[in-house]
């Protein structure tokens, strides 16, 4: 109290204003009047600009020179993540006051407001304006821009290929107006634009400077299944898979991976170098400069299958280094057949280098030189009279082509077949696929070609039929076939003859038919080309004949041979002919 013992009160203080509530000098009255000049007037439903004094997580608050501060959802400035104390923002007044006196505003409605005006005049001056992106839909995003919901299709968010939305939802980005449907109020928006000026110069300032065999660092921007587009800043080039390794590559993600930065080589581009092409095998030295300079033909190498063709297969000696083997070094065999019968892709194998050029980069191969040559000593083996079992492996009109073991080919002729049946095609006698006894007459060394014959396994018949079927006896048939010119009968001691139509007539005058059993004359027998002439006419003809029907046969003595009809046997019509010139002679004392 001591501290206020000389504070005297004022000598003119009106004690009684006081207590009435008003300022000395002013009246009540006015006092109120003054303050409400000082606060705005405020309508509902109305836009008018508030300063920010408070942001949180939760809520904004904003000070409009009410009497009280409005509270707004901060949830209504996301696509404003830069918002601070002191800005002024555009709000709409919901309420003067709710039922806790609270002042409420919008400021998602005070945008919305103004909304279309803002978005055409951003679109007619190519404005940059800010939007929020508030989720991913088909195609690409939906960004607040204004308060109204527009479409950033995928392909305008960035001039790299977008591989996941996600990361943009909830991202506030710059955006231009490229496109508004007035009927539908539709808009569209995209990022890709602010960059692209920026780039087209960049990509004239890179693209000067190009030049062939130039190197670069890019970044792996794409992979297809033909190769890679790499981004050299701006401008894009392609790696051809071809040029990514110079080992085969059947996908390119086995050398590169996306995002991946490397460095690649400029091997060519058009006149406008709109199109690069690029390589990546180049920066590292051929594969065939670093071969084994002792390497030559006739060593032996591994390696393994890396392509297959039905002409040979190609194989990977080491990265970028392959040999061909043909179909034809696969076997010798001299029947082409298709690479696959023989390996796949992946098998590892051993193969003989049969040429080798270096400067061309070219070396072929055989797997078949790994085995012994069968024609090599093809005399021991299959030496002329020997015996063997081979398979058929195909027919023609001339006779049959077997297979007695791979690489050793043979011809059956069609009249080494059979001794007696008439073979009019080999496919009567056997069948594809089947085995065949065959004993080999003659080697073709040059020509790889054995001539094997069937028939040889027997004995020849007619060597006996020589000895029976003698000019002028008779025998007993069977008419097996009917023929214009003829025909054919079946001898009961084996073989066939043949008969023409006129010797064919019975002793009544009637024809002889199929299947009838009669006795048959033999007229004439050629053993070359086992012909046997026969006339069942002959055998009743009481007219002259050169030949005689045979006697019965009767013990000879064993100082002497047997005669038929005074000719011994074996005696040809040619024999008798001889023997009569000759008397003929000695009678005119020749």
């Known amino acids: ?32 009047k003054a303050y409400d000049e000082t606060l705005n007037k405020v309508s509902e439903h109305q836009v008018v600009d508030g300063t920010v004094i408070s942001v949180d997580k939760k809520e904004v608050i904003v000070n409009i020179g009410y009497k ?47 909304s279309w005006d803002r978005v055409n005049a951003a679109l007619e001056n190519e404005d940059v304006i800010q939007g929020y ?42 955006f231009k107006v490229v496109k508004i449907n007035q009927e539908f109020r539709n808009v569209v928006v995209s990022h890709k634009a602010l960059i692209e000026a920026e780039l087209e110069a960049q990509k004239k300032e890179i693209i000067s400077k190009l030049e062939k065999g130039q190197i670069l660092e890019g970044t792996v921007k794409n992979i ?75 060593d032996h190498i591994k390696g393994k299958v890396v392509v297959i063709a039905d002409y040979g297969a190609f194989v990977e000696i080491a990265p970028g280094v392959e040999g061909l083997i043909h179909v034809s070094e696969m076997s010798w065999s001299q029947h082409l057949r298709s690479a696959q019968e023989f390996m796949h892709v992946g098998d590892e194998v051993e193969a003989v280098i049969l040429t080798l050029d270096r400067e061309e980069r070219k070396m072929s191969l055989g797997i078949k030189q ?21 398979r058929v492996r195909n027919f023609t009109n001339f006779g049959i082509f077997v297979e007695l073991e791979e690489g050793v080919d043979g011809l059956i002729h069609i009249s080494d077949l059979s001794w007696t049946k008439k073979v009019k095609h080999p496919s009567e006698f056997t069948q594809v696929g089947a085995e065949i006894e065959v004993v080999v007459l003659e080697i073709d060394k040059e020509n790889r070609r054995l001539s094997l014959g069937h028939k040889q396994l027997e004995d020849n018949p007619w060597d006996t039929y020589e000895t029976i079927y003698t000019p002028g006896s008779v025998h007993t048939g069977k008419i097996t076939e009917m023929m214009d010119k003829g025909a054919v009968i079946a001898l009961n001691e084996g073989g066939e003859g043949f008969a023409t139509p006129k010797h064919l007539v019975k002793e009544d005058g009637s024809q002889a038919q199929l299947g009838e059993e009669l006795p048959f004359k033999v007229i004439e027998f050629v053993k070359e080309t086992k012909r046997i002439i026969l006339s069942h006419s002959r055998t009743f003809e009481e007219a002259k004949e050169d030949v005689k029907k045979a006697p019965r046969k009767r013990p ?31 009678e005119k004392g020749e």
Not at 83 to 94: F, I
Not at 148 to 173: C, N, W
Not at 370 to 390: C, F, M, Q, R
């Open 68 to 114: 009280s501060d409005g509270i707004i959802p901060a949830s209504e400035f996301r696509y404003n993540p830069d918002l601070k104390v002191g800005d002024v923002v555009e709000v709409y007044v919901e309420n003067q006051e709710d039922r806790k006196g609270q002042l409420l505003l919008s400021h998602k409605k005070a945008r919305l407001s103004k």
């Open 133 to 174: 992106i508030k989720c991913r839909t088909k195609g690409g995003m939906i960004v607040d821009v204004f308060g109204i919901e527009a479409f950033l299709p995928g392909s305008q968010i960035d001039v790299h290929p977008i591989r996941d939305y996600d990361v943009f939802v909830g991202k506030t980005m710059e």
């Open 1 to 32: 109290m001591s501290n206020f013992k000389n504070v005297e009160p004022l000598a003119d203080f009106n004690w009684e204003e006081f207590e009435n509530g008003s300022v000395v000098g002013t009246s009540r009255e006015d006092l109120t």
């Open 224 to 298: 297809t299944t033909y190769g890679v587009f790499v981004d050299l800043g701006g401008v894009d080039g392609l790696v051809h898979i071809t040029d990514l390794s110079w080992g085969r590559v059947q996908d390119p993600h086995e050398v590169v991976q996306l995002d991946q930065k490397i460095n690649v080589v400029i091997l060519d581009f058009d006149d406008e170098k709109r199109r690069i092409a690029l390589g990546l095998k180049q920066l590292t030295p051929h594969p065939w400069d670093a071969l084994d300079a002792n390497l030559k033909v006739g």
């Open 556 to 586: 000879a003595k064993k100082e002497e041979a047997p005669f038929i009809n005074n000719v011994t046997p074996g005696t040809t019509l040619g024999d008798i002919d001889a023997l009569a010139e000759l008397k003929a002679k000695l």
């Open 370 to 390: 790994l085995k012994e040559d069968p024609w090599e000593n093809i005399e021991n083996k299959y030496p002329v009279g020997s015996k063997h079992t081979a």
